[in-house]
């Protein structure tokens, strides 16, 4: 029996003793936690797309609790959430421009020629190390496999009719598809701009008419009828510049091949 006491007496003890170190230990190398941080933590939507360029959210609230990045850096969460945060840091959100992807290309499967039937693999980086690189004939155009569809959390992007559609609602410019696209065919643009060019081709005009019936050839009648010199040549391509557009639609007007294009916020950039 005295065996007994004395072994629960040490087991007591000893219990007491681990948990007195515990508590000293823990008080001695305890990590501070900036209670900021927590706060824009809990603001940020969760999504961890990566789309402001910081690790996830978690990475992206210790930015801005630290002062190393804006407070409406976070592209999901948009003006909402950076009001949020800004009271959370005690500053002004600023005026945050709401972006959506413009994929420049308007070659759909009626529009371009077809060098030959691709059977590959059906990923737009696998096809580019495939001679003929999927089979349509522009070679700067939308493969349309679908790797930007692939990265994409929020079902804003599609393929149709042989080339990536984005659906302006539903993109909220985390940027995934931009990094994703091998031939650099999509773009952050700003979300109150309707006035596309919808070809990233290099080819002088007469190349690009024998692979395209929409692609730009470089005639330079957009940049003359431009009367806000928001439209330059980029190259053989035409370049809008989205601060100085105002969606006037005269350079429309002007484009022999209709490459340019006054698309409405409710219907489709490629259409």
Do not use: W
């Not at 910081?54 to 609230?61: E, F, I």
């Not at 009271?87 to 413009?102: D, N």
């Not at 696209?181 to 952050?188: A, F, T």
């Amino acid at each position: 029996m005295n065996g007994v006491i004395i072994a629960a007496a040490v087991v007591g003890i000893v219990g007491i003793l681990i948990g007195l170190l515990l508590g000293v230990a823990s008080e001695k190398f305890k990590v501070e936690v900036d209670e900021k941080e927590i706060a824009v933590r809990d603001a940020l939507p969760g999504n961890n797309c990566g789309g402001c360029g910081y690790p996830g959210c978690d990475g992206l609230a210790k930015a801005i609790a630290a002062g190393e990045a804006p407070v409406n850096k976070c592209p999901v969460g948009g003006a909402p959430v950076a009001e949020i945060i800004g009271e959370i840091m005690g500053v002004s959100a600023g005026e945050a421009v709401k972006q959506v992807a413009f994929v420049k290309c308007k070659g759909t499967c009626d529009k371009t020629k077809q060098n030959f039937t691709y059977f590959g693999i059906t990923d737009c980086n696998s096809a580019m190390n495939v001679p003929g690189q999927g089979g349509k004939a522009c070679s700067y155009g939308c493969m349309g496999f679908g790797s930007c569809v692939k990265v994409c959390e929020f079902d804003s992007i599609h393929i149709v009719d042989g080339i990536a559609l984005v659906d302006r609602e539903k993109c909220v410019a985390c940027g995934k598809c931009v990094e994703a696209c091998p031939k650099k065919l999509i773009d952050l643009v700003p979300y109150e701009t309707f006035t596309f060019v919808q070809c990233n081709s290099q080819d002088k005009g007469k190349a690009v008419k024998e692979v395209c019936e929409v692609g730009c050839i470089a005639c330079t009648l957009c940049v003359k009828a431009c009367e806000d010199d928001a439209i330059h040549m980029n190259g053989n391509v035409a370049l809008i510049d989205y601060s100085k557009c105002t969606n006037c639609g005269k350079c429309v007007a002007k484009c022999p091949t209709k490459v340019i294009q006054v698309v409405d916020g409710k219907i489709a950039m490629t259409a």
